[in-house]
């Protein structure tokens, strides 16, 4: 193990895995879920889904991670399973995807950072120009996996910790503090309403599909992350009280992030709600409109702050989602860490080209797939972001629990956890473990993800 690397202490693992969960899904991504998924409803799904289905999912992805000291495709090997080295491979696989557009998305927050400290608030009136000026977003990108690469390629203690030691409250801080401002505003009442109190009747397949799509999405689950995170993690710490404060980290500023989004909402809509935008309208559309109604500097402050958050929030992640796949590399191909940080992160970045390309710049990746009965094209970063979000992340979940109930076995599960927590094995936990994870987990992964491919893909 030596030269791996390791977190220096417990808070210093939580921090760098609520940095992994906590990123453009809590921030960007869930407000628009909940704004198309019928408001408080879907909120409510949701923290369902995270407690109960996903996180004993983050137990097991940490526990074989610290056990094996292993990263996601060699951890299966070293546990005897080399058959299952599959599974890992295909977490790289997702990885590299995820990345490749989460990339490009991070790359506009970066460059709304620029934009509102310009005062330009005007850029929200036509987000496609933005967007389409693939030259300009393309270097914001670039910049962007630059600094991954760089964090990636200090280390675990080195770079990964201390930058989500810093970056972590000061999100926090800066969530609260707009938060805050939002509550003052006119008709800010209207849009808690619609995010806090539930209305049972907009309860559909496809909203509780999302909550659970946005709830592994959001958590980093099923893609080996938290194998890997995992496997730098100190034999004494208490794994399970490590995964449920990252749970709540990450719902946590997911809250927030709806607590500052829908009194604005309410605020620009006097009341009424109605343009609740859906994906990026959302936050890069809606919200700097806001920003220029507030106006001159202090307005620029707000937004410059605002996206500034976003960005810390994405880097810890993709920080996260270019550890995966370098930690094989530096594990199974004895490449050196830095070497690897910089070629995984090169050819992830042209891989993320056609994504870059799919919002307005050319026709063909803009309009690139028209699923069975749908009414208009999906363009190329969303289709993507379909496969390996909607469709891979899941399976990986299903794969992951199958795989420690049934071939690793339960017990050797519940060992682990056991480690730096005395009390375990009398613990509730550990029944509600054996209880749900061999058939419950898995099946309802299993339906939500075929129900999920037949709806998104094929239209039924
Ligand atoms: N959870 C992050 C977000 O909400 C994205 C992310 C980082 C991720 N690492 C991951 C998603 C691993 C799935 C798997 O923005």
Redesign the pocket.
């Known amino acids: 193990m030596a030269g791996r690397g390791n977190f220096s202490s417990k808070l210093g693992f939580i921090a760098a895995a609520a940095g ?7 921030i960007w ?1 869930f407000p628009y879920e909940v704004g198309s998924g019928g408001g408080a409803i879907f909120v409510l799904i949701y923290l369902f889904f995270c407690f109960t289905l996903c996180l004993p999912v983050m137990m097991t992805e940490i526990a074989i991670g610290r056990k094996t000291a292993k990263n996601a495709v060699g951890a299966f090997e070293k546990l005897g399973y080399k058959n299952w080295r599959f599974i890992g491979m295909l977490g790289l696989l ?2 590299v995807l ?1 990345l490749s557009f ?1 990339n490009v998305i991070a790359g506009w927050a970066f460059g709304y950072v620029i934009e509102m400290a310009k005062s330009n608030f005007a850029v929200a009136d036509s987000f496609s120009t933005f967007t389409s000026d693939v030259f300009t977003v393309g270097l914001y990108g670039f910049v962007f996996m630059g600094i991954t690469a760089f964090v990636v390629s200090k280390g675990v203690s080195g770079g990964i910790e201390k930058a989500a030691k810093f970056l972590m409250p000061t999100l926090i801080i800066m969530i609260i503090g707009i938060a805050v401002y939002s509550f003052t505003l006119p008709n800010a009442i209207d849009g808690l309403k619609f995010y806090l109190i539930p209305d049972f009747s907009k309860v559909t397949g496809q909203v509780i599909f999302n909550a659970l799509g946005q709830a ?8 080996g ?1 938290f194998i890997t995170y995992g496997s730098y993690v100190g034999k004494n710490d208490n794994l399970v009280s490590s995964a449920t404060l990252i749970t709540l980290a990450d719902v946590g500023i997911a809250f927030l992030a709806g607590l500052l989004i829908f009194p604005l909402i309410g605020f620009m809509s006097e009341g009424s709600m109605l343009n609740v935008g859906r994906g990026p309208a959302l936050i890069f559309v809606t919200l700097p409109q806001i920003f220029g109604h507030i106006g001159g500097g202090l307005g620029s402050l707000f937004g410059t702050a605002f996206f500034t958050l976003l960005c810390f ?2 880097l810890t ?1 993709t920080v ?2 270019l550890e995966v796949p370098v930690a094989y590399l530096v594990d199974e191909r004895k490449m050196n860490r830095k070497k690897a940080s910089w070629l995984v992160a090169g050819t992830i970045f042209v891989i993320g080209i056609p994504s870059l390309l799919s919002a307005g710049y050319s026709q063909f990746f803009t309009n690139f797939i028209t699923y069975v009965g749908a009414e208009s094209a999906t363009d190329f970063l969303s289709f993507i972001a379909n496969v390996a979000n909607d469709s891979f ?1 899941p399976l990986g979940g299903i794969l992951i629990t199958v795989f420690a109930s049934h071939v690793w076995k339960r017990e050797n599960l519940h060992e682990e956890l056991a480690l730096g927590n005395p009390n375990y094995h009398q613990s509730w936990l550990k029944k509600y473990l054996n209880f749900v994870m061999p058939i419950i987990v898995p099946m309802v992964l299993g339906i939500v993800f075929i129900l999920t491919i037949l709806v998104n893909f094929f239209g039924f």
């Open positions: 992994s969960a906590v990123g453009l899904g809590n991504g997702s990885g995820i989460y592994f999405f959001s958590l980093s689950l099923g893609m992350a929030a994405a992640s996260s989602l992340l």
